[in-house]
């Protein structure tokens, strides 16, 4: 059973940084390498929204609003995923959430969320 669970959030003030990681168990890591991967954010009261995605190739793509804050890498031998936030502002408070896309199974794994709040 494919587990998703996501760290590092927290209380941050505006203009600060936050690394966020989501560690992924009972997959293979073949499996883990070919699958993209993902970050969504979901502010209250609003739709969950992709944030950054990497394709299984490394290429990246990131929401407007965060382009140049934030990276997202991951770590396939680990099994990891993480989102490197910087220059944070109140309205990137949301809870966090990881998400892997597997072509194997062709199903997409959610992780249970990080709370990320960024205090003005």
């Known amino acids: 059973q494919v587990q998703l669970v996501e760290s590092g959030g927290g209380v941050v003030q505006a203009g600060g940084s936050q690394r966020l990681s989501c560690a992924a168990s009972?997959?293979?890591?073949?499996?883990?390498?070919?699958?993209?991967k993902a970050w969504y954010a979901q502010a209250p009261g609003k739709q969950r929204e992709l944030v950054a995605h990497?394709?299984?190739?490394?290429?990246?793509h990131y929401a407007e609003p965060v382009k140049d804050r934030f990276t997202i890498s991951r770590d396939n031998a680990k099994r990891r995923v993480y989102l490197q936030m910087n220059s944070l502002k109140p309205e990137d408070t949301a809870v966090y959430y990881c998400?892997?896309?597997?072509?194997?199974?062709?199903?997409?794994?959610w992780g249970q969320g990080t709370q990320v709040t960024v205090s003005s």
């Open positions: 998400k892997i896309s597997s072509s194997y199974y062709r199903t997409d794994y």
């Open positions: 009972g997959i293979i890591r073949s499996v883990f390498t070919s699958s993209d």
């Open positions: 990497i394709s299984s190739d490394g290429t990246t």
